[in-house]
Structure formats: C-alpha cells, structure tokens
C-alpha cells in the first residue's frame, strides 16, 4: 500500500475514523446532539477528499485510476455514489437527531453504526474485485441489521434478526456465485473476468464452461437482488422496515439501494459483458424488473401501516430501477444501452430525494400521533400544513407526476426501453405508475381530505425542518431543471463502459 | 448601457417580475398582509420598472445590431434524438413588444397603487399582476414553441384569476370561466400544431434542425414554401397556430369571452384585456409568420376573419351601455385590424398598430376606471358632465378617443392609415373586401368612441351611483378627479398617444431618428411597406371626422329631427346590443343542448360504465392478487428463505432449460 493508494483511499477512511470517533467521544459526552453534531460536521472531511478526488478524475480529465494493485478504482461513477450516500447520511444524521434522543438509547454507538455503514457503501460503488465487494458487502449489511435491531423491543429485534439471517443466506448465494465465475475464468478481478467470459463465450473455451458461467451470473443476481429488493428475494424487506426504527428504514430504502446498484452496474456493465450474456442477463433483469414492479404495488395497496407501504413501494421502485438494467437486452447500440445505466444513477438521485423527503416526514408525524398507521394522518394538512405538503409532495414524485424529480427519472428510465426497442417494458412501467398512484394517493387523500382526530399541531425541530428542505427543495429543482444531475450522471457512466 | 446586453440581463426581465410574485406570494401575503400589503404594490413596480428598463436596454442593443442578438439556447433535456432546449430569441419583435409590454405595465402597475388602494385582496392583485408581466415577458422571449406554449398558457391562468378577481360576484366568476373556455378552446389548435410539429420531426433532424424551435421552424417554412419540403401540412399547422392566436386575441368566432371579461378590475382590463395579453395572438401570427407565407390559404383566412372581426365588433360598440364594454369591442375590432394586416401579408404594420393601440387602449382604459373611481358605475346612462369635475381625465380620454379614432396627427392615424393602404394596394384577392370592411369600421369606431366621450363628460349630469361597485365614489361632495398617482400614469400614456405613431415611423428623417425607421427596424418580419397615400388618408379622416360629428348632433347636440330615424334603426340597435345572439347561440344551443345533453352525458358514462369501472377493477385486482400472495408473508424467516431459494432455483433452472 503505497502512500497514493491512502489518498485515493481517503474518503472511505475518513469516515470510518470519523465513526471511530464518533464512538470516543460518546464515552465522554454520550449527549445524542453533540454526538448528531460531530457525526455530520465530521462528513465534510470525507465529502472535501472526494472533491479533492473529483478534480482529479472528474469533468474534463475524465479518467480511473486504480489503487491497491487494482482492487479499487476511483472514477467519475464511483465518486457519485460516494456523493450520493454522503448527501443520504448528511441529511439523515440530522433528521434522526429527535428520535435517537426519545427513543434510542445509545446514541454512539447509532451513528457510528450508521456512518460504518455508509464506509461499505461508499467502498462498493469503487470495488472492481469480486472478494472486496463481498467485503464491502458485508461491511455495509453487518452495521444495518444491528441498527434495524435498535429499539430493542420484540419487532425491532426480529427486524435486525430477520435481516441478518437473510442477509446470510444471499451473501452464500452471492459467494457461490462468485465462486463459478472465479472458476471459469480463473479471476476476480472485473476487468480480467470480462476478457476471459469473452473468450469463453465466444467459444473459445471448453463447451462446459459457458453454462457455469450462466448458473454463476443467476446466483450473483440472486445475491445482489438481495440488497436492492428487487422480487423475489424482497420478502425481508416489509418486516425489516416496520419492525427498524424508521430513521433506519429511511436509510435501507435509499443507502442500502443505491450501494446496491452500483456494484450490479458495475459488475454486469464491466464484467459480463458479450452480446450473448448480455442478452442473457439483461432479460432476466426485463422479468425480474416486471415481477417487482407488479408485486410491489399490488401488495402495497393491501397496506395499512406507512412504513409497510413503503416497503412495497420500495420493491416496485426496485423493479423500476432494474428498466435501466435489462434495456442492454434490448437491440439498441453502445450508445442507446448506457442511456440504461445513466437513468439508473439519476432515478436513485430523484429516489434518494423524493424517499427521504417522505420518510422525515412521517418520523415528525409518527413521532407526534403514535402510529404508523395511515388512518393516523387523517386531517393532518390543517395540523401541520407543510408537513403534509412536503410529504404530499413526495408522493407525487413516487409516483411519477411533474414537475418533480420522480417524473423525470421515471421519463428517461423508460425513454431508454423504448430507445432500445424494448417499449414493452416501458408500457409495464407506465401502467404500474398508474397502478402506483392508487395507494400513494390514499395518503395524500387521508391528510387532505378526512377530519383531523384531534387539532394540536403538529411541529418539527429546526434540524429536521432544515434536513426535510433540502429533499424537497431537491424534488422540484430536478422536476424541473433534471439536466443539472443528468449530465453527470452521464458523464459519470462512461467509465464502466466494458474494456475494448 | 453602451454594451450589448448579457444573456443573464436579458433572462432578468422575465425573472424580475417573477421574483416579485414569489415574494409577495411567499413573503408579503403571508407574514406582512396585516400591516404592509402596500408593499406588494411597491415592490411589482420597482420590479416591472427594472424589466422596463432591461427592455429598453434589450431594445437598443438589437436596434444598434440591426438585427436578432444572438444567444445559444440551453439544453433543457434530451430524449433520444431530440433535444428540448429553452432560450431567449431577442430579435426586433421581442425587442418591440418588450418595450410595450413592460411599458403599459408600468404605467397601469402605477395607477393599480390608486386605483386598488384599500381593496382588501391588495397584495394577491399585485402578486397576480407580477405573474401576469413575467408570464407574458416569458412568451415574448421564449426560443422554442414550448417554452412559449407554458407561458401562453399561464398568461391564460393569470387571466383567468384576474378577471375572477372579485370573485365574490357571480358575474366575475362566470366571466372567468368563460374566459378560460373559450380560450382554451382555440389553445386546442395550438397544441395540435405543436404536437404535428413534434410528429414531423424526422423532417427537421435529418436537416439538423429542431421542431420545437422557433428560428429552425421558420427555416423549415422558408423551405416548404420554396417546395423543397414535402409531407409537411403547412396549411393545417398554420391554422393551428391561428386557432390559438384568435382565441387569445378574441377574434370571431371566439370572441364572446372578452366583452364579459371587463368584470375584471380596471386596470387588468387595461393591461390584460386591451394592450398586452390579447395582442399575443397577434404577436404569436407574426412570430411564426414563415409558416403563414407558406401557406396562401392560411393567409387568406386571417385577413378574412380579421377583417370581418373588425367590421363586426364595431358594430356591437355602437349600442353598448357600459363604458368598458364598449372598450371592449372596440378591442375586439382594432384586433381585427392587426389580424388582417397580418393576413394581407404586411406583419410590420400588424406590430406598428399593435404598439400603438396598447397605448391609446391603455389610456381609454384607465381613463374608464378613473370615471368609475369617481362615479362608482361604469353606466354611460348614469355619467355626464365629468368634463369640469375631471379635467385631467377628460383630457387624457379625448387625446386617446381621438387617436383610437385615427384622427391625423395622433398615433393611431398612423399605423391604422398605413393598413388601410396596405390593404388598398395589396394584390391579393381578399384585400378589397377587408379595404372596405375596414372603412366602414374606421367611421363606426369614431362613433361609437365619441358617443361613449360626449354621453360621459359632455351635458348634465345624470346623477352618478356612488353605491355602485367596490369602495370608490362616497367621499362626498360629487365625483372628483382622481389622485395624481393614478393621473399621472394617464398622462405618460397620454404622450405616445400622441406622438408614437409619427416618431416611431417617420415620413422623413427627424433629426437622429431615421425615415421610417421602425419598419427598416422590423425588416426580418418580411412583408411589403406601403408608403402613405395622401388620397387614402383624407377619405379616412372623412370617414373618421363622419362619425364624431353624427356622435356629436347624437349626444352633444341631441339633435331631435334625428329621433324618427332612430326609432326606425330600433330592431337593428335590439339585434346589436343583444350581440347577434351569439351568446345565446353559444351558451344555450350549443353548450346547454350540444354539450351537456349530447357530449357530456356520453363522457359522463365513459367516465362512470369505463373509467371508474377500470380503475375499481385494478384495484380489485390488486387487492385479491396482492391477498393471494399474502400467505407467503407470514412473517416466519424459514418461509422467506425458502422463496429466495426457490427463486434462484427458478433463475438457474430457466437459464439451463432455455438456453
């Protein structure tokens, strides 16, 4: 490890340091506001070093460079992701702020939890190697089924318990298919593997090996199709958000997606590319997109408690997600398929935002009435009328209805099926909008429409009203100007294009 | 102001109003209503005076240019092939319409500060008036034909909560509405035709050009006229583009909705309903006016319809008894005017008038609500004898009367005699009928305003309602002149009511300012300038001089062996001031028996037996299919492990079998 390797390193020390910090300090002043406070003061050091690194690779340099013999790579797609889960811990260390003060017991131990866990994310989006992304995988898992555990009552320990196990069991189905591929191509490392399942799918290999690759491919799937929800291995995902704290919720929906994306981006575009494969897996993507899609929102309308709902809306927006992934399937050229990729890394920017804005506004609520249940926002719009409207607001960008950042992901997502001749799936992902609004709706009809059960306001603290700006402010300003965080995202997919 | 102007300042007079109403939306009406309404009134004129002054700024620069200031538009996104891009296109029509625009708003913000002091909706009127100025700005600039399309469409809305502004009234209410309809219903070809462009949009990618912009359309035009073009319907477009100028600018058959909008408060009728919103039709024609000379067709319907509107609406101001209804039509008419300058291809004229017209209807207009400021009615029937209670009104009304009139030297003689002569020497087919129609109009228009100046200021007063609409009248003591913030703004009107016409399109060099200066300005409109005929100019004033006199042996004079005359044209004077029954026809035959008998109640049951039904369906659909999954999510970790490993079997096994 050359002293290079510790700068291009840096943000991800950064913020493990800062957790490690984090922790010190709760020994001598376990006060949550001093910890809140160091912990989101201290993302400006790690945010500061991947500026510093993005002036390196990013804009007109537009280059990678790899550290430790390669394992790691910084570019333009890795910093975004960085930025991404950055910009997801910034808003929700001080959104969390009142809930981890009524309801948590050790602060300390929360956020550093909380900013570990970030640490894996920020490392998979830069892993090329198959053994660290399984290390950053279990670094950014690990942290969030003890932090879905941490109310320490019956549901909340399930939850933690039920994400563990479950993450245990996609992380051997992942290894397993990590292990396949290993044994095909004789590497982990992405780049290498690509140029090898090149050689041995165009038939250069023994005849064998090409449906190993294949079983190998399916089981990754599976691993990854953990992480992001994506149907059917999202059957955790409703348990685990109503039983964690909500404030945990918040972050598994966004955080946990968007690391998620980046490596099944990054290991399918980089290393499982050759026109057959890609056929190959990007179908499987077309129908396991269709599934989620379906299934989340047709469970979702069944839902009565809001953060259940959310879960399910949150496999639906998985499956929307994967549109980006499976239009490779499609006929289009080099150029129309990274239209997939790009709409993916804008979509989990208008996600972060449109999610985060309605999940800090169901943490004030919540808090406030006592319940998670949709019936308890009844009237809401006369006790907290921008409450109500931000978290309208955010429904309507799940939705996908202008002018917010939901319609514009949503737009290029499935204006990139169509580009490459696959309208079919963007007429699934039209008719499962509307299906959509059936049940976002019924939240916004609940606070609009029915009678308040009592009418004492409904109140924020100053941090949570700053921290629920800043996604709102995000969901209209990408509605309506969506090039500002386009171009950079397509920007930033030009470097996992395939080697050659 | 020596340099070009900047994109950014040019961006700044759209974005000046448009702060204006955020502030006072977001700030003003809010927090300070209580206590400081009147600094919305301030702060939309400090706003509306620095967009005039950016105007200005944006004027001189083309002028000194001699031609369109060229800024890149931006990418606004992208969808496949195409590019929506949204920029500012500064060319000598913006430049003209700018400097009117923020001008009469201006002045009629000024005497809003008067004129709607102490109305309680203070602070929402001027937060509307700042949306309405930056909207309205924003169709002015706007590069692509969608980004004029949002703004043509948010004027609409800033009408519409205008002209309902009050609407407490029954009467706004349904005029606002009307309004809105009617509009709309000419907006439906508009769209039509942004949406053929859009479909034809493989004609302009393959030359490098974009449908949605203005500039690459006009190209296309240029060559679909030349014949180099083929499958574009560029009749079709143009009638498209004509059917949502004409419902914006009130011309036959769409245009009921203006005379009903003068439920408005003054100065939006003013601002709104004679100088600016109502002129974007015309302004839409000239601005697309490629695809217009492409189509021969197309041309011959706008002189038609314009010139027919002229005529017609002038006819119903003979009769009218409210004073702003009477404006009305006559705004109607003089719009008719501008549509068929348009029509017999002479665009520069259509824009000279269109200038002038802002600054003598504004006057009228703000004259009116000075009258009714003092009277409390806008009843002729009731006014009389303002003369001496309201010097500065009455002069500011007569010197607009008589320049609406086109009494030679005012500004109005102008621009309307250059159309006349136009229309005189065009060789096109239709132009000696709209010559005529717009002869007779030229008398009727001198009659029907100098019936509304003698029956308002001249003879006795007929005693005035002072309980008569919103808090005006009722200080005692008769009607009285206005304050001077509202004078003031009359009078600075009251200036290029004068003399715009002559300065701005001089015979002869006048000192710095060139002969003609305004049409050598406007060249790139296209379109033939005819000089002034001498001939043509005394018969209008004949025309023009005919109609104040039989106004004035009417009204002034009330001329009794004219009553036997009178009782004989009483059938015709019924028909007129009943509209035609058009009203009638429309809102009765054709809204209450077509509409809500025929078409309503067949979208009523495609709403209930299909729609409704569809929607209930997905939802039954949801929630049994979603039930049917439900046993799976029972909550036991051994389940939920057993469907993941089944799904990767499934994966695998599907691999395996179909490959």
Redesign the interface.
């Known amino acids: 490890m050359t002293l290079r390797d510790l700068y291009l390193l840096s943000p991800e020390m950064a913020m493990a340091a800062l957790a490690s910090l984090v922790v010190l300090v709760d020994l001598v002043v376990p006060r949550t506001r001093v910890l809140a406070t160091l912990a989101g003061v201290g993302l400006l050091v790690p945010a500061a070093l991947s500026v510093l690194l993005w002036g390196e690779v990013g804009g007109e340099a537009s280059g990678a460079v790899t550290a430790l013999s390669g394992t790691l790579v910084v570019d333009e797609f890795s910093l975004f992701f960085k930025f991404l889960v950055l910009g997801i811990v910034g808003l929700l260390i001080p959104a969390s702020v009142d809930y981890v003060g009524r309801f948590l017991r050790s602060p300390g131990e929360f956020y550093a939890l909380v900013l570990f866990s970030a640490t894996g994310m920020m490392l998979l989006a830069s892993t090329t190697e198959l053994v660290s992304i399984y290390i950053s995988l279990e670094l950014t898992s690990l942290p969030l089924a003890v932090l879905a555990a941490f109310l320490r009552d019956g549901r909340s320990s ?1 939850a933690g ?2 994400f563990l ?2 993450s245990a ?2 992380s051997a ?1 992942l290894l397993y298919g990590m292990v396949l591929v290993y044994g095909v191509t004789g590497s982990t490392r992405l780049e290498e593997i690509a140029q090898e399942v090149a050689r041995v799918t165009a038939g250069g290999g023994p005849l064998f090996q090409g ?1 190993v690759v ?2 190998g ?3 990754m ?2 691993g990854f ?2 992480k992001v929800a994506s ?3 999202q ?2 995902v ?2 685990v958000y109503e039983g964690a704290p909500t404030p945990v919720t918040a972050y598994l929906s966004v955080g946990s997606k968007a690391a998620g994306f980046a490596v099944l981006l990054r290991v399918f575009y980089v290393a499982l590319q050759g026109e057959e494969l890609r056929a ?1 897996w990007g179908g ?1 993507f077309a129908v396991l997109s269709v599934a989620s899609m379906t ?1 989340g ?3 979702a ?2 839902q009565g408690n809001i953060k259940r709902l959310l879960a399910y809306s949150t496999v639906a927006h998985a499956g929307y997600l994967l549109v980006g992934l499976a239009v490779v399937a499609g006929g289009g050229g080099a150029g129309e398929a990274l239209l997939g990729p790009s709409g993916v890394l804008f979509y989990l920017g208008a996600y972060a935002a449109s999610n985060l804005a309605a999940f800090f506004a169901i943490i004030v609520i919540t808090n406030q009435v006592g319940s998670d249940q949709i019936s308890a926002f009844a009237g809401m719009a006369r006790r907290a009328p921008w409450l109500a409207a931000a978290l309208a607001l955010a429904m309507v960008s799940l939705i996908g209805i202008p002018p917010t950042a939901g319609f ?1 992901g949503k ?1 290029y997502l499935f ?1 990139a099926a ?2 490459n001749g696959m309208a079919w799936l963007a007429l699934a992902g039209v008719v499962n909008s509307v ?1 959509s609004a ?1 049940y976002y709706l019924r939240v916004v009809r609940s606070m609009y429409l029915l009678p308040a059960e009592s009418d004492e306001p409904v109140r924020a603290s100053a941090p949570m009203v700053a921290a629920l700006a800043v996604p709102v402010l995000g969901v209209l300003l990408l509605g309506v ?3 500002l965080l ?1 171009e950079v995202a397509q920007s930033a997919v030009g470097t996992i294009q395939p080697p050659g | 102001m020596g340099a070009t102007i900047p994109e950014a300042a040019a961006w700044a007079i759209l974005f000046s109003p448009l702060a204006s109403f955020l502030f006072i939306a977001l700030v003003v009406r809010p927090f300070l209503n209580r206590r400081y309404a009147r600094l919305a009134g301030y702060v939309t004129v400090l706003a509306v005076g620095a967009a005039l002054a950016l105007s200005l700024w944006a004027a001189a620069s083309t002028l000194r240019q001699g031609g369109p200031v060229g800024f890149a538009p931006h ?3 992208t ?2 092939e195409l590019e929506f891009r949204v920029g500012v296109l500064l060319d000598p029509l913006t430049a003209v319409m700018l400097v009117v625009v923020t001008g009469v708003s201006l002045m009629v913000q000024v005497y809003s500060q008067g004129y709607m002091r102490g109305d309680p909706g203070y602070a929402r009127y001027f937060a509307f008036m700042s949306l309405f100025t930056a909207s309205m700005v924003g169709i002015v600039l706007a590069r692509s034909i969608l980004q004029l399309y949002v703004f043509w469409e948010l004027v609409g809305l800033c009408s519409y909560l205008l002209i309902g502004f009050w609407g407490d009234r029954p009467a706004a209410a349904a005029a606002a509405k009307k309004a809105f309809l009617v509009t709309r219903l000419g907006d439906v070809g508009f769209l039509l035709a942004i949406l053929y462009l859009f479909s034809q949009r493989a004609v302009f990618l393959e030359r490098g050009l974009n449908p949605l912009e203005i500039p690459d359309i006009h190209e296309v035009a240029a060559l679909a006229k030349a014949g180099a073009v083929g499958g574009l319907a560029i009749t079709w477009l143009a009638l498209g583009i004509f059917a949502g100028a004409a419902g914006k600018s009130a011309q036959f058959p769409l245009h009921t909705w203006l005379p009903d909008a003068m439920e408005g408060p003054t100065p939006v009728s003013a601002l709104i309903h004679a100088a600016t919103m109502v002129a974007a039709g015309v302004f839409l024609v000239a601005r697309l006016y490629p695809v217009f000379e492409a189509s021969q067709d197309a041309l011959v319907v706008v002189a038609l319809v314009g010139g027919f509107t002229a005529l017609f609406a002038a006819t119903m101001g003979l009769v009218m008894d409210d004073i702003k209804r009477v404006m009305a039509y006559s705004t109607v008419s003089q719009l008719g005017y501008m549509m068929l300058a348009l029509g017999i291809g002479a665009p520069r004229l259509a824009i000279f008038h269109l200038g002038m017209h802002a600054f003598f209807k504004a006057l009228l207009f703000l004259g009116a609500g000075s009258v009714n400021h003092a009277t409390g009615t806008f009843d002729l029937r009731s006014m009389g004898g303002l003369r001496r209670r309201m010097p500065w009104t009455y002069g500011t009304f007569l010197v607009a009367a008589l320049s609406l009139a086109g009494v030679f030297p005012l500004a109005g003689f102008w621009s309307k005699d250059v159309i006349l002569g136009a229309a005189w020497s065009s060789g096109e087919p239709v132009a000696p009928w709209v010559f005529w129609m717009v002869m007779v109009t030229v008398a009727l228009t001198a009659f029907y305003i100098f019936r509304v100046f003698f029956m308002a200021f001249h003879g006795a007063s007929r005693g005035s309602q002072a309980e008569a609409s919103h808090g005006a009248g009722g200080h005692g003591g008769g009607p009285h002149e206005s304050p001077a913030v509202m004078v003031l703004p009359m009078v600075a009107l009251a200036v290029p009511a004068v003399a715009a016409g002559y300065v701005a399109n001089p015979l002869s060099a006048l000192g710095p300012v060139g002969a003609h200066w305004l049409n050598e300005f406007m060249a790139s409109l296209g379109g033939e300038v005819a000089e002034p005929d001498v001939a043509l100019a005394i018969a209008s004033q004949v025309a023009a001089l005919t109609g104040i006199a039989v106004a004035a042996l009417l009204y002034q004079a009330r001329a009794r062996w004219l009553a036997p005359m009178g009782r004989g044209l009483a059938p015709l004077g019924r028909l007129l001031s009943r509209r035609y029954y058009l009203d009638e026809l429309y809102e009765g035959i054709t809204v209450g028996r077509l509409f809500y008998r025929g078409m309503a109640r067949f979208t009523d049951w495609v709403d209930r037996e299909v729609v409704d039904r569809t ?1 209930d369906g ?2 039954w ?3 049994n ?3 049917s ?2 046993p ?2 029972n ?1 036991q ?1 051994q ?3 057993v ?6 079997l ?3 096994g ?3 079998l179909l ?1």
Request: hydrophobic share 60%; glycine share 10%.
């Open positions: 399930e318990l039920k196990l479950l069991l996609s189905i449906p294949l079983v491919v399916a089981l799937v599976a199709g953990f149907v059917p291995f059957m955790w409703p348990d190959d499987l299934a929102n047709l469970m309308m069944l514009m737009l204006n169509v580009q299906v059936y100007l969506p090039n386009l | 990418r606004w996104l969808l496949g929607v997905i939802g659909l949801g929630r299919l979603g039930r999954l439900l799976l999510q909550g970790v389940v939920y492990g469907v993941i490993s089944f799904g990767v499934a994966i695998v599907a691999y395996l490959r």
